[in-house]
T-cell receptor, first 115, second 115 residues
């Protein structure tokens, strides 16, 4: 059974710091891994999608890496800003449950960037 | 980019009544749609997967007679919570996937409160 763990559960940093969020998963047979951002009471915003054959993806100040063999992914945020404050969710896609390509989510890391 | 909408964004209903939530893919055809539930401070849990024109596949522990899913067209799926109870109060989020694709595009969510 696939399980996704995110560490830390919460993180508070001063503005301008670089930071790393961690995600681990137990079953390496994944199609892809996706990082999302969720603001309080809102839906999900997709940040980065890494296919199983890829090692990393970059978008602006965000960089996500994937090490499928060790079951780990990291999301690196450079020069953090107060607007980055949100909960960041990691999800792995694979053959789970009722259909192909289902996503299994971690519980998220709640990030707070202080001005 | 692919846009998914949900309606309503929030709803309050009395215990014992039924509530319908709509999920629409606005600029693409979605052969598969997913319904998730998120309790406070918890991660998203997949409830069911619906494929256009066929019956939904429910995850273990989700009552199919209570959570009715209809995916009658390539752009619309509905979730009806029947005989709602306070414990059904939650944040319901749908996602949609294009044919032959693995990425899921998420709606903004619906906050359901049952009194």
């Amino acid at each position: 059974k696939q399980e996704v763990t995110q560490i830390p559960a919460a993180l508070s940093v001063p503005e301008g710091e670089n930071l790393v969020l961690n995600c681990s998963f137990t079953d390496s047979a994944i199609y892809n891994l996706q990082w999302f951002r969720q603001d309080p009471g809102k839906g999900l915003t997709s940040l980065l999608l890494i296919q199983s054959s890829q090692r990393e993806q970059t978008s602006g100040r965000l960089n996500a890496s994937l090490d499928k063999s060790s079951g780990r992914s990291t999301l690196y945020i450079a020069a953090s800003q107060p607007g980055d404050s949100a909960t960041y969710l990691c999800a792995v896609g694979g053959n789970y449950g009722g259909s192909q390509g289902n996503l299994i989510f971690g519980k998220g890391t709640k990030l707070s960037v202080k001005p | 980019g692919a846009v998914v909408s949900q309606h309503p964004s929030w709803v309050i209903c009395k215990s014992g009544t039924s509530v319908k939530i709509e999920c629409r893919s606005l600029d693409f055809q979605a052969t598969t749609m997913f319904w998730y539930r998120q309790f406070p401070k918890q991660s998203l849990m997949l409830m069911a997967t619906s494929n256009e024109g066929s019956k939904a596949t429910y995850e273990q522990g989700v009552e199919k007679d209570k959570f009715l899913i209809n995916h009658a067209s390539l752009t619309l799926s509905t979730l009806t919570v029947t005989s709602a109870h306070p414990e059904d109060s939650s944040f319901y989020i749908c996602s949609a996937r294009e044919p032959y694709g693995y990425e899921q595009y998420f709606g903004p969510g619906t906050r359901l409160t049952v009194t």
